[in-house]
């Protein structure tokens, strides 16, 4: 346990996300499940709230108070070829997860940074890079160990209603202490990265092109504005016949000259590339929109921070496996407003007008969803959790979250009140 001043209490808290890490009474690094039951059991009875932190890529509001679990530690993972199953331990980033399964020709419906924790990554939905072709990661869960606010370590499977709460719901119900999920046959793929300096037409033409594409291929694009000049960076991942992916990726080829094309056959396990995320820590802050349609751009154009626009659709759109809590699978768009490379403790309230702007001109094609997995810091207060699920499915949530945690011992996350409402359309 590490309280504060102790040595090691600052590096144990901070995670990828820099700019306001978690800053609770006490840590307990678990190495085990029985360590995560023992800081539960503590929590509760001392009538302390839990944070759990793996590697702090998705950090809602921080801690500043109660006991925050950390389960970098916990970082086994274990494939069934014969099941194409992996079963993985709390700690695990998805980078463990695609080499491992890369050995049996499997590979895991991670996204676009395998740096990220596959355990949270999961049960908050998870958008891939194989998304439309194969659906949410959160689909494929087969079962949960879970560790719940009576501080019992429980196996929870398809059918159980913790199951179908932690799967979509996440923190809210318990700390995860690890996850069977399935893996897809996917080796080899067609994709890579083209950048384009003519931003424009890059977004016009690739939001037609989507509506053009069979569910095989999932793309996005970010418009990054670098200092002297804005690039446009278009992402493919095409799991078809890699002579129909390049077929299909000809109209993108024509937009003009590209500073850079990677688009080509690779290894799954190059899949990082895709993207190229950040891997170094830093602070953040970003907002997105769901969207139904999305017939004009201009409301992309012209912003200070990057943008990201990914095509959802396909797989997404069907659920499919056990049921769970995942909602909002009628959206179309995802888009993203990111501010990056922000000081520790910069005020967020400075960078909200900018980033409303875009979203309140887009506004017209907006679901009012959201996606759980992107809901950071200030942005992740229980309105914004609220808008992560269909309305009969969070009225649900809140009664087992009712039921499970009636004291919210769980509470420093994506918050789902234990208040039970009546589903408001
Ligand atoms: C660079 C980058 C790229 C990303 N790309 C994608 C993407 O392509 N697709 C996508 O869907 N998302 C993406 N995300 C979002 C990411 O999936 C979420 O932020 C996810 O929650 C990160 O999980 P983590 O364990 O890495 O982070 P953490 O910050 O450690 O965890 C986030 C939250 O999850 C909960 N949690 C963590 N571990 C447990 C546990 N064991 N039990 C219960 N609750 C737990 C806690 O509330 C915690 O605060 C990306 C984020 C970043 C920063």
């Excluded at 059991?41 to 302390?48: D, N, S």
């Excluded at 606010?149 to 196996?155: C, F, G, I, V």
Aim: glycine share 10%; charged share 20%; aromatic share 6%.
């Amino acid at each position: 346990m590490l309280h504060r001043n102790d040595p090691g209490y600052d590096a144990e808290r901070t995670g990828f996300q820099l700019l306001d890490p978690h800053r609770p009474d006490l840590i307990v690094p678990a190495a085990t499940p029985e360590d995560v039951r023992r800081a539960v059991a503590h929590a509760a009875e001392a009538g302390l709230p839990v944070a759990v932190q793996a590697t702090g890529h998705g950090l809602p509001q921080a801690a500043t108070e109660g006991v925050l679990i950390t389960t970098g530690r916990m970082n086994a993972v274990t494939i069934n070829p014969d099941t194409a199953t992996a079963r993985i331990e709390a700690g695990v980033r998805w980078e463990q997860v695609i080499e491992a399964a890369a050995r049996h020709g499997l590979a895991p419906l991670s996204g676009s940074s395998p740096s990220v924790g596959a355990v949270s990554y999961t049960l908050g939905g998870g958008l891939g890079l194989l998304a439309r072709t194969y659906g949410y990661a959160a689909d494929r869960v087969r079962a949960v160990d879970v560790v719940t606010a009576d501080a019992e370590l429980r196996h929870v499977t398809p059918g159980d209603d913790l199951f179908w709460a932690l799967v979509g719901g996440r923190a809210g119900f318990g700390v995860v202490t690890a996850l069977e999920i399935g893996l897809v046959p996917v080796a080899r793929l067609y994709g890579g990265a083209l950048h384009f300096e003519q931003v424009e037409t890059a977004l016009r033409t690739w939001r037609d092109w989507t509506e053009t594409v069979p569910d095989e291929m999932t793309s996005s694009i970010a418009i990054i504005p670098f200092p002297g000049r804005t690039v446009a960076h278009i992402r493919i991942t095409y799991t078809g016949d890699p002579r129909e992916g390049e077929e299909l990726v000809r109209p993108l080829r024509a937009i003009g000259p590209r500073l850079l094309d990677t688009v080509g056959e690779m290894p799954y396990t190059a899949s990082a590339a895709i993207h190229n995320d950040p891997t170094t820590p830093s602070g953040y802050f970003a907002t997105h929109s769901l969207l139904r349609e999305l017939p004009d751009v201009t409301p992309l154009l012209g912003v200070r921070g990057v943008i990201e626009v990914r095509h959802l659709g396909g797989a997404l759109a069907r659920p499919q496996g056990a049921p769970n809590a995942v909602g909002n699978r009628d959206a179309r768009y995802f888009a993203a407003v990111l501010s990056p490379g922000l000081a520790p403790g910069t005020d967020v309230a400075a960078l909200r007008p900018a980033h409303d702007a875009v979203h309140d001109a887009l506004s017209p094609w907006a679901t009012g969803g959201r996606l759980l997995n992107f809901l950071y810091g200030a942005n992740a207060g229980p309105e914004q959790v609220r808008r992560a699920y269909e309305p009969e499915d969070y009225a649900r949530l809140t009664a087992l979250k009712a039921k499970w945690d009636p004291d919210h011992l769980f509470r420093l996350n994506h918050p789902i009140p234990p208040e039970v409402v009546t589903p408001t359309p």
